[in-house]
Nanobody, 116 residues
Framework: EVQLVESWGGLVQAGGSLRLSCATS????????ITWFRQASGKEREGISC????????YYIDSVKGRFTISSDNAKNTVYLQMNSMQPEDTAVYYC?????????WGQGTQVTVSS
């Protein structure tokens, strides 16, 4: 059974940090790209950062570049999103997704709230 489980969301003050984790199982981790998405209330889901597990290449959208860092622990089949200098506009439900050329899998999401 494929599982992606996001953890360590929560409430943080503006300027603070959180580190999300996405623990995966049930598929060949090295064959996938893992993307963090977020969806704020009333807005569309947006992809914010991606890592290609096989070579570690990463991508960020402009609004998080320099503040967020994506990484993977291939021994644990887990991807992390370190979020620093957080702002109220980062408030959203954060999801991780695993994609290869054939399959797309989603986690259940974790709420992140940044207070001003």
């Amino acid at each position: 059974e494929v599982q992606l489980v996001e953890s360590w969301g929560g409430l943080v003050q503006a300027g603070g940090s959180l580190r999300l984790s996405c623990a995966t199982s049930g598929f060949t981790f090295d064959n996938y790209a893992i993307t963090w998405f977020r969806q704020a209330s009333g807005k569309e889901r947006e992809g914010i950062s991606c890592i290609t597990v096989s070579d570690g290449s990463t991508y960020y959208i402009d609004s998080v570049k320099g503040r967020f860092t994506i990484s993977s622990d291939n021994a644990k089949n887990t991807v992390y999103l370190q979020m620093n200098s957080m702002q109220p506009e980062d408030t959203a439900v954060y999801y991780c997704s695993a994609v290869d050329w054939l399959n797309t899998y989603w986690g259940q999401g974790t709420q992140v709230t940044v207070s001003s």
